[in-house]
């Protein structure tokens, strides 16, 4: 677990609990953003059970406090992913089985500067999300 995570939890007030440690172990070891009902089964898996409205709203501190970022929103079905360690970036969802794939680049820079010198906003954040079929949906 990062020491900037903790750090930052702290900052927001919260306390590291085991259960929340073990929520936040899941995140932090997945490769591919989760939902809410999927770290749910994980937990329980893992001995850890931790009830959904539980899951839920830990999932909304950890977002108020920027520790995880949202992605999928266009489903209804809302994945989680630690920001923490990780570089900016982008996603890709297929629209057969709902999979999430890391697109490790972000083509919004040049745009960014566009947009701040048209409308003398002070760009803070942006999101950019593709969708698709992937290789076995096709
Ligand atoms: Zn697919
Ligand atoms: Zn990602
Ligand atoms: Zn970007």
């Avoid at 900037?4 to 995140?27: D, V």
């Avoid at 001995?47 to 409205?53: E, G, I, N, R, S």
């Avoid at 999928?72 to 999430?100: P, S, W």
């Amino acid at each position: 677990m990062p020491d900037t995570i903790i750090e930052r939890l702290r900052a927001g007030g919260k306390k590291l609990t085991k259960a929340r440690k073990a929520l936040l172990e899941i995140l932090v070891q997945s490769a591919l953003p989760m939902t809410a009902a999927e770290l749910h089964v994980r937990l329980r898996n893992a001995k850890k059970p931790m009830d959904l409205v539980t899951v839920y709203r830990n999932l909304a501190m950890l977002h108020q406090l920027g520790l995880v970022t949202a992605v999928g929103l266009h489903d209804g079905q809302i994945r989680y992913e630690v920001r923490h360690g990780r570089a900016h970036h982008h996603h890709i969802q297929c629209r057969g089985c709902g999979k999430i794939v890391d697109l490790m680049l972000c083509p919004m820079k040049k745009l960014t500067s566009l947009i701040e010198a048209q409308t003398k906003f002070a760009v803070e954040s942006h999101t950019l999300e593709f969708f698709g079929w992937c290789p076995q949906c096709r």
